[in-house]
């Protein structure tokens, strides 16, 4: 805990907190599938002396003076980036995912204009157009969803047929709960017959892309990316919007985000960025990714052998949604609570089409980014996975539940999250 020294000395209450949840990464498993643990060169970038730093602008066009260094960081975070993506443009300085898509809004559309994306119960993100979102103020959102939950394909010619009929600007790919690889062409090609920009919400994929291990939309003609930086991509909390061709469109984002929709940059957490796009660019992140998906099948074939039912039919990324109340009869919250109480962290999730509330779902979704940073391969992986069926099964065996606790901790022990990714 040697980042914590100042903080132990000068204020009891904060280190409390960060020493609890040291203690709790320490001891238990993550398998929120958007998690993951970031290098300890990743964290001094964020905890680095650029917090003190205005840079309102970009490299080489800032509003302030004193950005030597600042805009060497940016620059090293936008080159890194468009290197591992294969963009021609990169913006490195959204604050998160969802800013990130709300500035590519803001660069392609006009208010009023239509956005074709993911059934929100289907898998899609608050940002694809949820109503509870302001978002929903400004653009009209048009959906399409899977043709068959159970394998997941999605239904292409419907999100054809509603293209025709709604003329969207923008056909959107991407998902925060959605196991399987998304058929990039054909959403090219619908956006293309329509006029419509081709965007691809990789936030739970980029490091999946970056690793080679996913397709890349790029590859396919996509106008615009739009990611986290904290996710399979292993890098601090953040945005980012590659553009791969298009310099007009670059122009757009980058006006979108600055002045558009944010101020100053966050230039310590775009120095992180920079250290993280590196890390990825290192051949062992490929072994990463890799590794990432092995393990998800492993997780996937213990579920599959116990009968469980999970949407699209298992997985084939990093992420597994489960339907553990109409397989096991507990439901998505009591599930995340068990869980966690045995020390497996992981989040309660709706199904497609769920009848279940959305704060008390059928579903639980968990994934493999965090537990293979520690170094799980597949015989953990099973293992985990049989462990969290048993919890589910013996919820009320409180000795059960002890020992389940036990084996978890002594394994996380076994394995501590590393220090050094390269
Ligand atoms: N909160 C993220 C996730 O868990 O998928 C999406 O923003």
């Known amino acids: ?19 609890g949840e040291e203690q709790r990464e320490r001891e238990g498993l993550e398998l929120i599938p958007s998690e993951n643990y ?10 680095s002396i650029l917090t003190n730093k205005y840079s309102e602008g970009y490299p080489g066009k800032r509003y302030y003076g004193g950005q030597t260094y600042t805009d060497q960081a940016e620059t090293l975070a936008i080159e890194r980036a468009k290197q591992l993506f294969g963009a021609k443009y990169a913006n490195v300085q959204t604050h998160s995912g969802s800013n990130a898509n709300i500035a590519m809004y803001m660069a392609l559309l006009q208010p009023g204009d239509t956005v ?43 999100m054809r047929r ?46 999946l892309i970056a690793g080679g291990v996913a397709k890349n939309p790029f590859d396919a003609g996509f106008d615009i990316i739009t990611s986290t930086t ?17 310099e007009e469109i670059a122009k757009k984002v980058d006006k979108a985000v600055f002045p558009g929709l944010q101020g ?87 199904i497609a089409d769920d009848t279940r509330k959305p704060m008390d779902p059928s579903g639980i979704r968990f994934g493999t980014p965090a537990i293979t940073t520690r170094g799980f391969k597949e015989g953990e992986c099973k293992r985990v996975a049989e462990l969290m069926l048993e919890a589910l099964k013996n919820r009320s065996d409180e000795a059960k539940l002890v020992a389940i606790r036990e084996e978890i901790k002594q394994l996380c022990l076994k394995f501590p999250v590393p220090e050094s990714f390269v």
Do not use: C, W
């Not at 805990?1 to 020493?19: C, H, P, R, T």
């Not at 399987?180 to 490091?207: C, N, P, Q, T, W």
């Open 1 to 19: 805990m040697d980042l914590y020294e100042s903080i132990q000395k000068q204020d009891k209450e904060v280190f409390g907190a960060l020493a």
């Open 38 to 47: 970031v290098s300890k060169a990743v964290r001094e970038a964020q905890g």
């Open 116 to 158: 074709l994306g993911m059934d929100l119960s289907h898998g899609g993100h608050l940002t694809h157009g949820h109503p509870v979102t302001y978002i929903t103020k400004f653009f009209n959102f048009v959906r399409y969803k899977m043709k068959n939950v159970e394998t997941g394909e999605i239904d292409y010619d419907e």
């Open 162 to 207: 509603v293209a025709v009929e709604t003329k969207p600007k923008i056909v959107l790919a991407g998902f925060s709960a959605y196991s399987r690889e998304l058929d990039y062409e054909k959403f090219a090609s619908i956006a293309k017959e329509v006029g419509a920009y081709s965007v691809m919400d990789a936030a739970h994929i980029a490091g």
């Open 230 to 246: 904290h996710k399979t991509l292993r890098g601090p909390r953040g945005g980012l919007i590659l553009t791969r061709e298009s």
């Open 264 to 350: 100053g940059p966050l230039m310590h957490v775009i120095a992180g960025k920079a250290v993280a796009f590196g890390e990825a660019l290192s051949p062992k992140f490929k072994d990463y990714a890799a590794q990432i998906l092995k393990n998800a099948k492993a997780m996937e074939e213990v579920f599959r052998i116990a009968g469980v039912r999970m949407l699209g039919g298992g997985t084939s990324n990093h992420l597994i949604l489960a339907d553990v109340f109409g397989s096991l009869g507990v439901t998505g919250q009591e599930a995340e609570t068990l869980l966690d109480r045995v020390g497996i962290t992981l989040n309660k999730n709706a």
